[in-house]
């Protein structure tokens, strides 16, 4: 009877505790609550996962609750990271808060989470007042051919001015309803000719070949930005019984019309464009040049290129090389993504009827530009992880040459990006590379994320002492911080998700938490319960959302 009484005794003094530790967490005191479960721990050894996920979830809806935007984001991203379908209804307050950020941020990750309850919620976000956050929701629900999207799409379209529709066709093809079909051929038939044309890209794009007549017809058309498009998409297409059709746009006194054709008729198995194409860019022209990066034959023509002293041709140039996998593009690639962003920052330009891109440098005044409508340095930051990720694809010598540079220059933007691909490739040299930037004098970004991809590769060394011991000197740190929301940037007629992205310190240190979390251990759990309880109050948010991870 008395050991019963003493269990039941201990049992309800641990319940009574436990409760005090949620308590002081609930009030705000959350580094008196987790000092108090620690000190607890250290009796039992163990870690009591209910009482953590508890915590957990608590931290995440102050955060949703809280009247600081910036709190409300790091709420929203820790929900992304848990990745937890009970905290959906963190999502929902965020969709119809009036903050616009946080409203695309739980876009971004309910879009991840494909059922029911997050489609409803979703369709929560059509009653925004920023049209950026309808456009998002209505991409995620065509992305999962919601039911609800295509009248939910209909119904915004209608309210939008004509030039906006150009947006559409993209989610009526991606949906593929009967329905969205019928949607998408009204458009191949408005008013405006960007909408147009956006419709016939995107049903080419979609593989939608039962709308190949409305392709033909436009074929027939006169007008140049027309004859363009339907070249492009019957050539996507494959559609081999208008080959003749487009012969006839060979004749075109438009040169955008003419490398259209020769594009496609390339796809279309004719084997004679190259040399057409090469002339085309001996002009100087860009898009012709750049088209030849599908084209192994016209390698020597594109080296020529590279001695060129226009720059745009020479950007062109290298693009396509390093789209052919040729080394000789390394140097001018490695100059290009080394340099500074306002000393080479680049925009795309597109063709009469935008069905083809090519690059150039922007002009000093739009580098510097802060009321421009397109965000040059963020466009350039993303073409130059596009090219570091297609460098990937030289002879590896190459690769890690540029690598180096980018390590050696201290190019801070790319070094997660690059510190990921050298640690995906896992080879001797990449390891190699990685160890010797361990030391990086002067740059402690460089240093954490080499040892952070040693840690993950399980390399023997001081790595994982490296990783937590940089991860405890920033806990004290407001260091969650998000890069500001770039505007979105016309792809030709594509829409472009929204993506929440960490600069780069925090991306770092986000990085090292959720390895530790994945490891599941113990010593893991009490790093994040530490930094949640007396790092910098802002950044105990998104380590909650770690935390649930790291206990799942």
């Not at 008196?32 to 009591?48: A, S, V």
């Not at 290009?336 to 306002?342: Q, V």
């Not at 105990?540 to 935390?547: I, S, V």
Request: with cysteine; proline share 5%; glycine share 6%.
């Amino acid at each position: 009877m008395g050991l019963r009484l003493t269990l039941f005794t201990l049992a309800s003094l641990s319940l009574f505790a436990s409760e005090q530790m949620l308590y002081l967490v609930q009030s705000g005191d959350v580094q008196k609550g987790i000092d108090m479960y620690l000190d607890g721990k250290k009796k039992d050894e163990h870690h009591d996962f209910e009482i953590l996920q508890q915590m957990g979830h608590i931290l995440l809806e102050q955060g949703a609750n809280s009247s600081d935007p910036e709190i409300q984001l790091l709420s929203i991203y820790g929900c992304g990271i848990a990745g937890k379908s009970d905290t959906l209804s963190i999502f929902e307050k965020a969709i119809t808060s009036p903050n616009p950020l946080s409203q695309m941020a739980a876009i971004q990750f309910l879009g991840s989470l494909d059922d029911d309850r997050s489609s409803q919620i979703l369709t929560l976000a059509f009653n925004s007042q920023y049209l950026g956050v309808r456009l998002e929701a209505a991409y995620r629900l065509a992305q999962r051919k919601n039911p609800l999207a295509t009248q939910q799409l209909e119904a915004l379209m209608l309210k939008l001015p004509p030039p906006l529709r150009v947006y559409f066709p993209e989610f009526y093809a991606l949906i593929g309803s009967p329905k969205a079909i019928s949607l998408l051929k009204s458009l191949m038939n408005d008013q405006e000719l960007n909408v147009r044309s956006a419709a016939l890209l995107s049903a080419a794009d979609y593989g939608r070949d039962d709308l190949l007549g409305y392709m033909r017809a436009a074929a027939t058309h006169k007008n140049p930005a027309e004859l363009e498009v339907s070249a492009v998409a019957l050539g996507r297409l494959g559609d081999t019984h208008s080959r003749d059709t487009i012969k006839k746009m060979l004749k075109s006194p438009y040169d955008s019309v003419k490398l259209a054709a020769l594009r496609s008729l390339s796809m279309l198995g004719e084997t004679t464009c190259a040399s057409a194409i090469e002339e085309l860019a001996k002009k100087g022209d860009l898009f012709a040049i750049l088209a030849l990066g599908a084209f192994p034959e016209s390698i020597e023509v594109l080296k020529l290129f590279l001695h060129s002293d226009n720059q745009d041709q020479k950007l062109n140039a290298c693009l396509a090389l390093l789209q052919l996998k040729d080394p000789d593009c390394t140097l001018p690639v490695a100059e290009l993504l080394t340099a500074r962003p306002l000393e080479c920052a680049c925009q795309p330009i597109f063709s009469t009827g935008r069905a083809q891109s090519a690059w150039r440098f922007a002009p000093a005044s739009e580098r510097y530009a802060k009321l421009t409508q397109t965000d040059v340095i963020s466009i350039t930051l993303d073409l130059k992880e596009r090219m570091l990720i297609g460098a990937l694809e030289l002879p590896e010598e190459n690769f890690l040459d540029i690598a180096d540079l980018i390590l050696h220059h201290r190019v801070i933007p790319l070094i997660p990006t690059l510190a990921h691909l050298l640690e995906n490739k896992k080879t001797e040299g990449a390891i190699a590379l990685l160890k010797k930037h361990t030391n990086a004098i002067g740059s402690p970004l460089v240093r954490g994320y080499c040892n952070l991809a040693l840690f993950r590769l399980g390399e023997e060394g001081p790595y994982e002492t490296a990783v937590i011991t940089e991860t405890m000197r920033l806990k004290d740190s407001e260091i969650i911080r998000f890069r500001p929301a770039a505007p979105k940037q016309e792809k030709g007629m594509s829409f472009s998700p929204f993506a929440l992205t960490p600069e780069e310190t925090s991306r770092l240190l986000i990085d090292s938490y959720q390895t530790l979390a994945e490891r599941h251990d113990t010593k893991s759990i009490d790093i994040l319960l530490r930094s949640i309880g007396d790092g910098h109050p802002k950044n105990r948010y998104a380590l909650a959302g770690l935390l649930l991870k790291a206990l799942q």
